[in-house]
Nanobody, 119 residues
Framework: QLQLVESGGGLVQPGGSLRLSCAASGFTLDTYAIGWFRQAPGKEREGVSCISNIGSTNSADSVKGRFTISRDNAKNTVYLQMNSLKPEDTAVYYC?????????????WGQGTQVTVSS
């Protein structure tokens, strides 16, 4: 009933762009911090970017300057704009909701969307 659904993943060439969407259903996400995470084969899940309920953001050093997180509360959706994509960005990307970015465990998680960066 309470769900986050990611979309927008796919196959893209190095240097290309994708925009991922995270849409909430069954609850209103405007009171939540929303984080994007990714997991590649053989690697631990890592935090990519997070946006608080009041709009402050932070991102991993590996994506700073390339990825931008934003939210549209009227659409109950959070976005991750991914530019200048690199092969090492290949992973399953998940969005999750929690109270705040500083201590983020994830109360709700999406199913994930595959991003593959390859020539």
């Amino acid at each position: 009933q309470l769900q986050l659904v990611e979309s927008g993943g796919g196959l893209v060439q190095p240097g290309g762009s994708l925009r991922l969407s995270c849409a909430a259903s069954g609850f209103t996400l405007d009171t939540y911090a929303i984080g994007w995470f990714r997991q590649a084969p053989g690697k631990e899940r890592e935090g990519v970017s997070c946006i608080s309920n009041i709009g402050s953001t932070n991102s991993a050093d590996s994506v700073k300057g390339r990825f931008t997180i934003s939210r549209d509360n009227a659409k109950n959706t959070v976005y991750l704009q991914m530019n200048s994509l690199k092969p090492e960005d290949t992973a399953v990307y998940y969005c999750a909701a929690d109270m705040y970015c500083g201590a983020f465990l994830g109360e709700y998680w999406g199913q994930g969307t595959q991003v593959t960066v390859s020539s």
